[in-house]
């Protein structure tokens, strides 16, 4: 089974201001890769996902992530957040045609005004 | 509804208690799965169903745990004996076709409590 590394477990942003959340998973094989976004009191939803082809991929709400088959990781980024982007994000990875997901630990984003 | 459906959301109960867990999938769904979230922790995969049958049960953590899905759509998650280590998040999912897309669309979860 994939191991995944959410390297930071809280990241406060100032609204309007760049962020990264940064995952790396431990192998090298041919994954899928997921960012899964968990608003206040809601369930976990999909936020984007990479299964194939090219390798950065975005979300209609901005946010956009890079596969690095080298690096093993798959970080995400938004170039400028939301007050509403406050949630908590997870990391997952499964082997491809696998249906198990392996989550990171989850990082917490709270925007500021 | 039209998302996958969990009851109850919130469970407190007593050690040694007998506890089931429900879930309602999305209509025509037919890969259900169980993961265990707790404090400061991502999901943890426990089971998944395609169909009827548990295809994979390896995340079970021990014989208190077991699951059903006997008609091919809602699931159970039972727990017997239950333990303060088992206080989490239950998370419920399923999906059309786990193999393609890899997509999974979870309930709200059932927040179990021991004392």
């Known amino acids: 089974a994939q191991s995944v590394t959410q390297l930071d477990s809280q990241v406060p942003v100032f609204e309007e201001a760049p962020v990264e959340l940064r995952c790396n998973y431990s192998?090298?094989?041919?994954?899928?890769l997921f960012w899964y976004v968990q608003y206040p009191n809601q369930g976990l939803q999909l936020l984007l996902k990479?299964?194939?082809?090219?390798?950065l991929v975005e979300s209609i709400n901005g946010f956009e992530a890079e596969f690095n088959k080298s690096q093993t990781s798959f970080h995400l980024r938004k170039p400028s957040v939301h007050i509403s982007d406050t949630a908590e994000y997870f990391c997952a990875v499964s082997d491809s045609n696998d249906y198990k997901l392996s989550f990171g630990a989850g990082t917490t984003v709270t925007v500021r005004a | 509804g039209a998302g996958v459906s969990q009851t109850p959301s919130n469970k407190v109960t007593e050690k040694g208690k007998y506890v089931e867990l429900r879930c309602d999938p999305i209509?025509?769904?037919?890969?259900l799965y169980w993961y265990r979230q707790s404090l400061g922790q991502g999901p943890e995969f426990l089971i998944y169903?395609?169909?009827?049958?548990?295809?994979?049960d390896s995340g079970l953590p021990n014989d208190r745990f077991f699951a059903v899905r006997p008609e091919g759509s809602v699931s159970t998650l039972k727990i017997q004996r239950t333990e303060r280590g088992d206080s989490a998040v239950y998370l419920c999912?399923?999906?059309?076709?786990?193999?393609?897309?890899?997509?999974?669309?979870f309930g709200e979860g059932s927040r179990l409590t021991v004392l």
């Open positions: 209509s025509g769904h037919t890969a």
């Open positions: 169903f395609q169909g009827t049958g548990a295809a994979d």
């Open positions: 192998s090298s094989v041919s994954v899928y």
């Open positions: 999912a399923s999906s059309s076709n786990p193999s393609i897309s890899g997509e999974l669309f």
């Open positions: 990479y299964l194939s082809g090219s390798t």
